[in-house]
């Protein structure tokens, strides 16, 4: 055992020297053998969170090894490295060319995506009567007027163009409801549902005018073979435009040869309306609409019963 324990320390300590590493600070450090593992384990003691991870680690390795298994190393290749080409500076636009992309404002609507997926032909709508393209109201004056002094105070924004529109006059449909049913009951009183009329003939017995999307009059006759004028109403902003006598004017067309009737306030400005049409007064009543108007409404709640003789 004497001769052979010179030969394994000189074998051990070239071991040793082929696994020594240099650190960034130019000291040579070598791997732990088990021994100086397992004494530095038993004799270490509680401290800090340096010596308590470096114990963990070392008990870590000491399992691996005794448990036959091998630590996987994860080596990363590394490619060599190539000096970037400088980023070519950015020319300055030309003049002329700001400017035209400057002037450019909006996209005219013959030139636009849009136009080309909607076509020549406007898009048809259900239950159409009448299209008004003449008609200007005090309300789509207005709204032109607050968009051109817009315009005039901040030139230097791109104000969206409004696309002309015309007022429609169609028959009552289910998209039409939430709307008609606001206007019914700003005009009138709480509580109006017309569901039920589009199961009775909606096509003979209603008309609603619309621009774009926004209902703006409504005209209802109860059926065909009682023809009597339940709601005839317009928005306020939209009134005294000929809206309310052209829904009128439909109703009637759409009912020949039948006698229409209708009650009317005795101070509705309407009667002027109807007289026109040549609708006359059959009987006074009074307090027709005492459970219907709120008692501070200024409407009369004396009523004039109406017909008109075809």
Known sequence: MDALLPEFLNTRLSLQEK???????????RPLTRSE??????????????????QRKLKLSQERRQNHV????????????HELKPTPEKADPKPLVLSILENIKTTPFESSFLSRLQGTRGIAL??????????????????RDIQDHYGFVHPEQNSPMEDLAPI???????????QTHDLLERSFWTGIDVSDTLEYYP?????????????????????PQDTYITY???RVGWDKTRIARTMLFHLIKLNPKKDITLHVSANNSAMLLYNQFGFKAEEFIAGFYEDYLDPASRASKNAFRLRLRQ
């Open 19 to 29: 696994e020594l590493e240099c650190d960034d600070k130019g000291s040579y450090l």
């Open 37 to 54: 593992v397992s004494f530095l384990l038993d004799s270490q003691t509680a401290g800090d969170a340096t010596a308590i991870l470096t």
């Open 70 to 81: 091998h630590r996987q190393t994860m080596v990363a290749q590394s490619a060599p490295l």
């Open 126 to 143: 259900a239950g159409l009567i009448g299209v008004d393209w003449e008609t200007i109201t005090p309300w789509m004056s207005l709204m």
């Open 168 to 178: 429609t006059y169609s028959t009552l449909q289910a998209s039409h409801l939430p």
């Open 203 to 223: 096509e003979r017995c209603t008309v609603v005018a619309c621009y774009k999307c926004l209902v703006v009059g409504v005209a209802i006759i109860s059926s």
């Open 232 to 234: 005839l109403a317009v």
